[in-house]
Structure formats: C-alpha cells, structure tokens
C-alpha cells in the first residue's frame, strides 16, 4: 500500500482494512459549489475510490474567492468536468466522474442506486427532496448539508442514519 495514506491508516478507527473501505467506496456528491468543492477535495485526499460528480452549472469568476477546485482558466467550463479533471490530478489513484446535469426525479434513482453514500451540496431544496426520496427507496445513506450567509446545517439521513 501506498505511503500516501499512512497518517489515516495508523488510526485505529482506520487502519488497513478502513483504508481499503475507503478505496473500494463510490460516492455521489450533488453540487460542485461552495460546499461540494471542499468536500470533493476530502473525500479525494481521503482516498475514497469512486467519486460521481452531478452539477449542471459553469465555473463563474464569483466563484473562485469560495470554490478552490476552479481557476480563471476554467470560467465557462462546466463544473462537474473541471472538478473531475481537478480531483484526478490531486489525486491519481481514485476515479472521478462528471455528469454534466441537473439531479431530476429521472435521473436520481440510477446515480443513487451505484453510489455507498449521497452527498446533497446543491443548495437547493428540490435537490435534497429528490435525493430523500430516492434514497429512502434505496436505503441509501443521505448526508444533507446546506449554507445560506454566516449560517448552515448539515445532517445524515435514510439508510441508517440518524
């Protein structure tokens, strides 16, 4: 195994076997933006080996002050694929892949159904609607998060969670 990982494997709540969960993991991450760009970046770092990322819009030049996967170079690109691209070059051992979209009720089912875990960073009530719904049918674990200004929530629900 690779060195990278060595200060998260020596924890006990870790460890190899941990590690190798992480590796083996698929997570779906909704939202590309000032919340999914900083939890894509973790999850990559973290090792975590499947990595589906859903956002519709383009990398705007306000974007870039909170959004630290995006450069000026990629204003107009679309932020899903630049993401992707991002994460790939920080970390070469994981798999990440765009899709250029918005999460509908037609598509949610599909792209929860390949994913461990769902991450809503959408900021977007119809957004975490459609992903309660579609994980609930598929007992998928739903983290939800959420920040308007100076103030936010984050929960875990469906699948187990609390």
């Known amino acids: 195994m690779s060195d990278r990982y060595a200060r998260?494997?020596?924890?006990?709540?870790?460890?190899?076997?941990?590690?190798?969960?992480?590796?083996?993991a698929t997570v779906l991450v909704v939202g590309a933006g000032g919340l999914g760009c900083p939890v894509l970046q973790y999850?990559?770092?973290?090792?975590?080996?499947?990595?589906?990322?859903?956002?519709?819009?383009?990398?705007?030049?306000?974007?870039l002050h909170r959004q630290p996967l995006y450069a000026m170079a990629d204003i107009g690109k679309p932020k899903a694929k630049t993401a992707?691209?991002?994460?790939?070059?920080?970390?070469?051992?994981?798999?990440?892949?765009?899709?250029?979209a918005r999460l509908t009720p037609q598509n949610a089912a599909t792209l929860v159904a390949d994913a461990d875990?769902?991450?809503?960073?959408?900021?977007?009530?119809a957004v975490s609607y459609i992903l309660s719904d579609a994980c609930h049918a598929a007992a998928k674990p739903l983290v939800s998060a959420s920040v308007i200004g100076m103030t936010g929530y984050a929960g875990v629900f469906c699948g187990g969670g609390p």
């Open 8 to 24: 998260q494997r020596v924890l006990p709540e870790v460890g190899p076997d941990g590690q190798a969960r992480l590796a083996a």
């Open 43 to 63: 999850l990559a770092g973290a090792g975590v080996g499947r990595l589906t990322i859903v956002d519709h819009d383009t990398v705007e030049e306000t974007n």
């Open 84 to 100: 992707a691209t991002a994460l790939r070059r920080f970390n070469p051992t994981i798999a990440a892949t765009p899709v250029v």
């Open 117 to 125: 875990l769902v991450i809503d960073a959408a900021d977007s009530f």
